[in-house]
């Protein structure tokens, strides 16, 4: 390679280096981003702005630039005043808090729960045979109902004259009938 083309080269390094801390410097989260993209978004910037930094001092900058570039205000103080020393404790300590933030937001009144291991399993099979002799006894009922006209006890048969059925339904033999 020429002393030129060497110029060169190290000229579009430096502009790409130049590029990079500034897209660096002025990553944002985009909404609906979530906090491992942007991590990853970082890290690459990182890598290819400062390879040749140490590697301890390419851990301090990229967690200082990933919480500078949380959206959420709370979510990026608590993890500034956490002071993470590196990109991958301070990833999980702002997924944590938003975490937490989350689930008190929406359950309030919401206490846990303890299952024993031993009981769980014979709970759901008494829960199984319960459900299954409550559906054979809707299925019948419903059989009975299809069986059972609905009529009014009141209603006076036009054949026979007795109340309780309509004449269709009669079942007084007529003189006709016998044969």
């Not at 985009?30 to 290819?48: C, T």
């Not at 990229?62 to 991958?88: N, P, S």
């Not at 069986?147 to 004449?167: A, D, F």
């Amino acid at each position: 390679m020429t002393i030129a083309n060497e110029k060169k080269k190290k000229k579009k390094n430096i502009h790409l280096n130049q590029f990079y801390r500034t897209e660096l410097k002025t990553r944002r989260q985009k909404p609906g981003e979530s906090l491992q993209v942007l991590a990853a978004d970082v890290e690459r910037l990182m890598s290819l702005t400062y390879a040749e930094c140490p590697q301890d001092v390419r851990d301090s900058l990229a967690a200082q630039y990933f919480v500078d570039a949380i959206r959420d205000e709370d979510t990026q103080h608590a993890t500034r005043l956490m002071d993470a020393k590196d990109l991958k404790s301070a990833l999980a300590y702002s997924m944590k808090y938003e975490a937490a933030k989350t689930v008190s937001k929406t359950s309030r009144n919401v206490r846990s729960i303890e299952v024993e291991d031993g009981t769980g399993k014979e709970k759901d099979e008494k829960f199984d045979c319960l459900l299954k002799t409550l559906e054979k006894l809707l299925n019948s009922h419903v059989a009975g109902k299809r069986n059972t006209p609905r009529r009014n006890p009141n209603v006076t048969c036009w054949k026979c004259n007795k109340k309780g059925h309509v004449q269709r339904e009669c079942q007084t033999i007529s003189p006709n009938q016998e044969n």
